[in-house]
């Protein structure tokens, strides 16, 4: 069987994962572009779910990051940054993007600034 | 309509164990089918990621039934179980989309093989599929009756034979309209 992976993850704020109406459908953008989606809380959960959600979501950060899978964030979430430190891992470059244009020009610019994605760093799966 | 709390692997195929990615990030098939029918999205963490890794082998349920690995899956299905007690609150129905025969995300169908262990070697095929839930779903379950919470359940079914999308789409769209497993 062929691992179909890409090596790349966005990290996603739930309103471009469950867009309201007329609002950018982020996921469906990182869909077509072959990303991989990390949601984050959405933001009316309660800080207690939601810090327990998110030391989750570093958890499993830093394992990708230990491999070389590259990251993004889009959007933002309170409480991310200090998710993510407790884990050691700093913020990954980020983009707030107000269409799907925007959305999928900084992805592939970020596909040309690293192709291979976690190719060779990595000692995940066969390709 | 509703919440879908999805498997991690649906929105994120570079959490599966090496040679399981069937695309190269977001899993559309179920995807598209919670959308199309107007449910909410919320994902739910990889299990096996955090504890085990990403160079993990494939494992039926008894190598991943540990005290370790069931303290793990509690830890995570009280954040996840709070998430859910929220839209609960909401008015929402929930549905656990899950992915059939996983040892940890199995809703129905999970994998067993009690001999399997050492070396790994083991013949092609799916003799380890039975039904029944994965840990983690286990837990969650555990975690959501102790909250009193009801919920549905589906699951991606890659791994059992037959697999045919048409038919996975049917179920799903069978469990979002009625209710139906």
Known sequence: MRDARSYRIALVADCYVNPAPGQLDGLAVLAAAGWGVMQLPADDYPAEVAQQLLAGIAEQVEEFSRHGYTFVLVGERDGLAAALAQAGLAVPDRIAPASADELAGFLALRYRQDPAGGAGRGVTGSR | ?181
């Open chain 2, 1 to 181: 309509m509703g919440v879908a709390f999805v498997a991690h692997c649906l929105l994120n195929q570079n959490s599966k164990v090496g040679d399981g990615a069937h695309c190269a990030g977001v899993y559309s098939p179920i995807v598209d089918v919670l959308r199309d029918k107007g449910w909410r999205i919320e994902q739910m963490p990889c299990p096996e990621l955090a504890f085990a890794g990403l160079n993990r082998f494939w494992a039926v349920r008894e190598q991943y039934d540990t005290a370790a690995f069931r303290r793990h899956c509690r830890r995570l299905a009280v954040a996840v179980a709070g998430a859910i007690a929220a839209r609960v609150r909401q008015g929402e129905d929930v549905v656990l989309v899950g992915v059939e025969g996983s040892p940890s995300m199995g809703v129905t169908i999970t994998s067993s093989d009690p001999e399997r262990g050492g070396r790994p070697a083991w013949p092609d095929g799916s003799p380890e599929l039975t039904s029944g839930e994965g840990i983690f779903v286990e837990e969650l379950h555990s975690e959501l009756d102790r909250r009193g919470i009801a919920f549905l359940v589906a699951g991606e079914r890659h791994a059992i034979p037959g697999f045919e999308e048409a038919d996975q789409r049917t179920r799903l769209e069978s469990v979002l309209e009625r209710g139906d497993a």
